[in-house]
T-cell receptor, first 112, second 115 residues
Framework: NAGVTQTPKFQVLKTGQSMTLQCAQD?????MSWYRQDPGMGLRLIHY???????DQGEVPNGYNVSRSTTEDFPLRLLSAAPSQTSVYFC???????????FGDGTRLSIL | GENVEQHPSTLSVQEGDSAVIKCTYS??????FPWYKQELGKGPQLIID?????GEKKDQRIAVTLNKTAKHFSLHITETQPEDSAVYFC??????????????FGIGTKLQVIP
């Protein structure tokens, strides 16, 4: 049972580039979410999904896009990378509402 | 929206001693309070949670207490061991538009257990 799998683990981008952070879970959880973790700020919710085909914005959605075509996958897209998006990104899933139970090990993203 | 404050930001204890981490929250409607442990290079791991109809919950060496009147909750780790060294996050649930719940995290406490 793999849980929540995030790829890549590390990525360096140049300002203006786009990329997709992948997230997959094998627990058949309906609820999935993306967080970013910055020093001194805890984890902040970017986007979340309550099921396939249903997504909505969290606290800090600007510059990010998501889609949920299957229960298993919830990719996060950076449309035009900016240095302010340098962070560690975590994907989470849960069975009960938006109360994250399982986190992936993160993607460490640096934008130059 | 919900605001969660967590103290202390760092905590050092001798192995075998107890550690206590405290959090306060602002939204009286919050009803779910999880705690996460994050080891270096890993994602947060849910270690214990409590709901507003319960005042205390224990799981082996870990316990969480909740005071809804005062809007604060605490994590207690007894008989600490070196493997307890990590960053601990508290969180409180709140509601987004559309009625969906989300958790708001504290900024974390770095716990160091000294052998």
């Amino acid at each position: 049972n793999a849980g929540v799998t995030q790829t890549p683990k590390f990525q360096v981008l140049k300002t203006g580039q786009s990329m997709t952070l992948q997230c997959a879970q094998d627990m058949n959880h309906e609820y999935m979410s993306w967080y970013r973790q910055d020093p001194g700020m805890g984890l902040r919710l970017i986007h979340y999904s309550v099921g396939a085909g249903i997504t909505d914005q969290g606290e800090v959605p600007n510059g990010y896009n998501v889609s949920r075509s299957t229960t298993e996958d919830f990719p996060l897209r950076l449309l035009s990378a900016a240095p302010s998006q340098t962070s560690v990104y975590f994907c989470a899933s849960s069975y009960y509402s938006n109360q994250p139970q399982h986190f992936g090990d993160g993607t460490r993203l640096s934008i130059l | 929206g919900e605001n969660v404050e967590q103290h202390p930001s760092t905590l050092s204890v001798q192995e075998g001693d107890s550690a206590v981490i405290k959090c306060t929250y602002s939204d009286s409607a919050s009803n779910y309070f999880p705690w996460y442990k994050q080891e270096l290079g890993k994602g947060p791991q849910l270690i214990i949670d409590i709901r507003s109809n319960v005042g205390e919950k224990k799981d082996q060496r870990i316990a969480v207490t909740l005071n809804k009147t005062a809007k604060h909750f605490s994590l207690h780790i007894t008989e600490t061991q070196p493997e307890d060294s990590a960053v601990y996050f508290c969180a409180a649930s709140g509601y987004l538009r559309g009625g969906y719940q989300k958790v708001t995290f504290g900024i974390g406490t770095k716990l160091q257990v000294i052998p």
